[in-house]
């Protein structure tokens, strides 16, 4: 009994600090691990986005080279087609006794190969490439007010620096989507593209004065046609590593900024 | 380790049980379940040591095992109703085995076994559940990694204060009753022990509603488990 009562206090002790360190151990474990676990999470995360993100691309680049293939179809192949029958059409009514009677025909086909010279244009705008990005908006932004009769200010600030062709290409479509949107759904009576750099970003600015619009109620929309223009830009805005802010403090109207980095990150 | 010293602790300990609750009872309504339902054991435990202390006080000791049971039995059921919560409501036919076991172990003892000491089985059948149900909350956090720093969820601080409050004093209610009937031990040093660690887990929990009470201030909407 005695020899029980002196060692009680020492086999206590170790079996209580046991548990505690054991307690202990299970709780820093805890804290450790889980920390480890969610950097896996971040990393696999990062991955399946990094995947995506070059799906997303390949996909687009394969879009783009299937309209230069397109454009270049119907302009060297249908437009030179359609010229040459032109060229027939007038030599032919040169000929005829009543060259009025082809005056209509010849008209039509005029208006067709404006038509193919458009499309073609559409798929992929030639100024792009041949005299660069501000330029390539610029006449878009002619092509727009001739269209629709909405006038469209184009203005230029500071000094704009070329970068990736295929940046530029994607960086003109998110431009070409905005005044698209802006078109078809602002109700404006003006629209203003601002391109201009600042240190080493590029600053596109679509703006209009219409009745405005809720990004982050069309991000949030069910139906799958609304919000979907937004989502390309916001998808091509990410490739480019873009970032895009929509002005919501203005009470009418909208702005569209984008802010595209020169160098690719 | 004097009595004075044991009953200095004990008083620290029920000064920080109506800290806890009146942390849990703040803007009650806003607050998760689990919350709410880790307050009332505090409330009760506080109530509890105040009736042990005037059974004391005015020497009736046919009753000083009453406040104990009715804690030990409150307690649990409130834990366990947290850990339910808790734990998604999994595992509930091991909440339901285990709690009517506990009950039966804890009734049977009262009135049994341990009619005229103190409950220590049931102390020690508490602990081993209030354990179980612990590593289930670690390992529910290690599969659902709901937060990025661990240590500003609540429950993480609550669920260690338990864990190793639990882990520490279940040595000593198993020895309990060897200590008293068998060595003839007055307890004191072993007891202020456990109210040492008993103010240590208050502590923790008192961490743990802290941060509960700021995300509840910055973000009155956000769940917090």
Same mark, same amino acid.
């Given at each position: 009994m005695e020899q029980d009562s002196t060692n009680f206090p020492l086999i206590f002790s170790l079996l209580t600090v046991g548990m505690l360190i054991m307690a202990g151990s299970i709780v820093l474990f805890v804290a450790f691990y889980q920390k480890k676990m969610l950097q896996e999470q971040f990393k696999r995360k990062q991955l399946e986005l990094d995947y995506q993100q070059r799906m997303m691309q390949a996909s687009m680049e394969s879009e783009e080279n299937e309209r230069r293939r397109l454009a270049g179809e119907l302009h060297d192949s249908i437009g030179a087609m359609l010229s040459t029958i032109r060229v027939g059409i007038t030599t032919v009514a040169r000929q005829i006794p009543d060259p009025q009677s082809l005056e209509q025909p010849k008209q039509m086909l005029d208006d067709t190969i404006q038509s193919v010279r458009k499309i073609s244009r559409d798929l992929m705008p030639s100024t792009l490439e041949k005299f660069g990005f501000a330029q390539a908006v610029k006449e878009l932004c002619e092509r727009f007010h001739a269209t629709s009769q909405v006038p469209i200010q184009y203005t230029e600030k500071g000094e704009l620096k070329s970068f990736d062709k295929n940046r530029e290409l994607m960086l003109f479509r998110v431009v070409q989507e905005l005044l698209n949107n802006a078109l078809k759904h602002s109700q404006g009576t003006l629209i203003n593209v601002m391109v201009g750099s600042e240190g080493e970003q590029l600053l596109v600015a679509v703006e209009d004065n219409g009745i405005g619009f809720d990004a982050e109620a069309l991000h949030l929309s069910t139906d799958s046609g609304r919000g979907l223009g937004l989502f390309n830009i916001e998808n091509r805005a990410r490739l480019l590593n873009a970032k895009i802010e929509y002005d919501k403090t203005r009470s009418s109207g909208s702005k569209t900024t984008l802010i595209v980095p020169y160098e690719k990150v | 380790m004097t009595l004075e010293f044991l009953m200095l602790l004990g008083k620290i300990q029920m000064a920080l049980s109506v800290v806890i609750a009146v942390l849990c009872l703040y803007r009650f309504k806003s607050r998760e379940k689990y919350i709410r339902l880790i307050g009332y054991p505090f409330i009760v435990g506080f109530l509890c040591n105040a009736a042990g202390l005037l059974l004391g006080k005015y020497q009736l000791r046919a009753f000083y095992n009453v406040p104990n049971f009715v804690y030990v039995i409150s307690a649990f059921c409130l834990f366990s109703a947290a850990y339910y919560h808790l734990l998604n409501r999994k595992y509930k036919s091991l909440f339901i085995a285990l709690t009517i076991g506990f009950l039966a172990v804890a009734l049977l003892n009262f009135f049994l076994y341990q009619k005229n000491s103190m409950n220590s089985y049931t102390y020690v059948g508490e602990a081993i559940v209030i354990i179980i149900y612990a590593i289930l909350y670690f390992y529910k956090l290690l599969v659902e990694l709901?937060?990025? *720093?661990? *240590?500003?969820?609540p429950m993480f601080w609550i669920n260690s204060a338990l864990l190793i409050f639990f882990s520490g004093t279940f040595i000593l209610y198993t020895f309990t009753s060897y200590l008293t009937n068998v060595l003839k031990d007055d307890l004191i040093a072993y007891w202020s022990f456990h109210n040492m660690l008993s103010l240590f887990q208050h502590l923790l929990i008192i961490v743990g509603l802290c941060y509960d009470i700021s995300r509840l201030r910055t973000n009155p909407v956000a769940g917090s488990r």
């Open positions: - | 709901p937060e990025q *720093h661990i *240590h500003r969820l």
